[in-house]
């Protein structure tokens, strides 16, 4: 039997108030002049770990969409490029992860992430873009966190809902990875990209939260 296992990995750190390693984690990873992506229900704790970057956080974005429209993706990897960051930190669930994949995968710049739901995304290379109903994902592993810091903590404040939504995501993966690729192509920067709709099986599945065809990369 031939092979090759070639995963790529993250540094992890988990644990009870974690999150005020973070400004350390950042250090580690040369972070002198950091963006920081953080969703509107995570401002209380976004606002906090600003403090203790304090001056190293040269710009902060707040405005995080579900499955990550390209148009966003576009602005924010602007503003990257002209506040001259050369890390990206992310606090919130799939969207905020989401969008500094966008980013990275533009500009080439690290990740440190810092889930607050079970979405996942944090420990992939996959990255997904919406643009006219359409969603494109793919994979580069520029795009996979250097660093993740999980906080058990920062769930606590997840509804109720939220939070049962986000704890089933997990164990649907594994089902989801039947999906039938429908295309493949490859961006300009090598990355590989998968269109998909969830056909496997000869019906279109639907997303009840949105509508939405539901798409997945494995």
Same mark, same amino acid.
């Given at each position: 039997?031939?092979? @090759?296992?070639? =995963? &790529? #990995?993250?540094?992890? %750190?988990?644990?009870?108030? $974690?999150?005020? !390693?973070?400004?350390?984690?950042?250090?580690?990873?040369?972070?002198?002049?950091?963006?920081?992506?953080?969703?509107?229900?995570?401002?209380?704790?976004?606002?906090?770990?600003?403090?203790?970057?304090?001056?190293?956080?040269?710009?902060?974005?707040?405005?995080? @969409?579900?499955? =990550? &429209? #390209?148009?966003?993706? %576009?602005?924010?990897?602007? $503003?990257?490029? !002209?506040?001259?960051?050369?890390?990206?930190?992310?606090?919130?669930?799939?969207?905020?992860?989401?969008?500094?994949?966008?980013?990275?995968?533009?500009?080439?710049?690290?990740?440190?992430?810092?889930?607050?739901?079970?979405?996942?995304?944090?420990?992939?290379?996959?990255?997904?873009?919406?643009?006219?109903?359409?969603?494109?994902?793919?994979?580069?592993?520029?795009?996979?966190?250097?660093?993740?810091?999980?906080?058990?903590?920062?769930?606590?404040?997840?509804?109720?809902?939220?939070?049962?939504?986000?704890?089933?995501?997990?164990?649907?993966?594994?089902?989801?990875?039947?999906?039938?690729?429908?295309?493949?192509?490859?961006?300009?920067?090598?990355?590989?990209?998968?269109?998909?709709?969830?056909?496997?099986?000869?019906?279109?599945?639907?997303?009840?939260?949105?509508?939405?065809?539901?798409?997945?990369?494995?």
């Amino acid at each position: 039997m031939d092979f @090759v296992y070639d =995963v &790529p #990995a993250s540094r992890v %750190v988990f644990g009870i108030g $974690r999150i005020r !390693q973070v400004p350390d984690e950042v250090d580690r990873l040369g972070g002198e002049r950091v963006l920081l992506i953080a969703g509107g229900r995570q401002n209380k704790h976004a606002d906090e770990l600003a403090a203790a970057l304090g001056p190293r956080v040269v710009d902060r974005i707040g405005e995080v @969409v579900v499955h =990550v &429209p #390209a148009t966003l993706a %576009v602005a924010a990897s602007e $503003r990257t490029e !002209q506040s001259g960051a050369d890390l990206l930190v992310c606090l919130g669930g799939g969207s905020s992860i989401g969008l500094a994949k966008a980013v990275a995968l533009r500009t080439r710049l690290s990740i440190l992430a810092i889930p607050t739901t079970y979405a996942g995304s944090e420990m992939t290379p996959i990255w997904g873009l919406t643009d006219g109903g359409r969603k494109t994902t793919g994979r580069d592993r520029t795009v996979l966190p250097a660093t993740v810091v999980y906080d058990p903590a920062l769930t606590m404040s997840l509804p109720t809902d939220i939070s049962a939504a986000s704890g089933m995501n997990a164990p649907t993966v594994p089902w989801l990875c039947r999906i039938r690729f429908d295309s493949r192509s490859h961006g300009a920067n090598g990355s590989t990209i998968v269109v998909a709709t969830a056909s496997s099986v000869g019906t279109r599945f639907v997303a009840p939260w949105n509508r939405a065809p539901l798409f997945a990369c494995c």
